[in-house]
């Protein structure tokens, strides 16, 4: 593994451990060349997905892109990080399991929302004004209006 601080690709793990409700594996590496300490994911890929845009273009599925969106919208919000990690893990495992390797963009967005209204509706409306593209205060108000009696939180 190449160490990100100085470039050395031969770098050494000191732990292992399994993270992620035995989903991946975290290992903390040590480079001898300049000292950095760093850690690293191993996760099972069941396939290589493709993302297929609304203008159909086509881009490999970022793994790291849906965790940035997804932390993003539950920034700051009482959901402890291995809770967003395991969410992230079932979304992933969810796309990989569909059966395609081409996953419309727009599917990927369903599950995300299905599974935020689930887990926080703050996180999920976020989440939402950026997927659905609200322009105006009032878009805030429709979603939130559209959303089941018992989903909005007291």
């Not at 903390?28 to 297929?52: I, N």
């Not at 950026?130 to 209006?145: G, P, R």
Request: overall charge positive.
């Amino acid at each position: 593994m190449r160490c990100p601080f100085c470039g050395n690709v031969d770098t050494q793990v000191k732990d292992s451990r399994p993270a992620e409700d035995n989903v991946a594996i975290r290992r903390r590496r040590f480079c001898p060349a300049c000292g950095g300490r760093f850690t690293t994911y191993e996760r099972v890929q069941l396939r290589d997905l493709v993302v297929v845009k609304s203008s159909g273009r086509r881009e490999d599925f970022d793994r790291t892109k849906l965790e940035r969106s997804i932390r993003i919208a539950m920034q700051k919000r009482p959901i402890e990080p291995e809770r967003i990690d395991q969410m992230i893990s079932g979304i992933v495992r969810r796309l990989e399991s569909m059966g395609d390797t081409d996953i419309p963009s727009k599917v990927i967005g369903e599950i995300v929302m299905e599974t935020l209204a689930r887990i926080d509706t703050v996180a999920y409306v976020r989440f939402a004004s950026v997927y659905k593209n609200f322009q105006a205060a009032d878009d805030f108000d429709k979603f939130v209006s559209e959303l089941r009696p018992g989903l909005v939180e007291e």
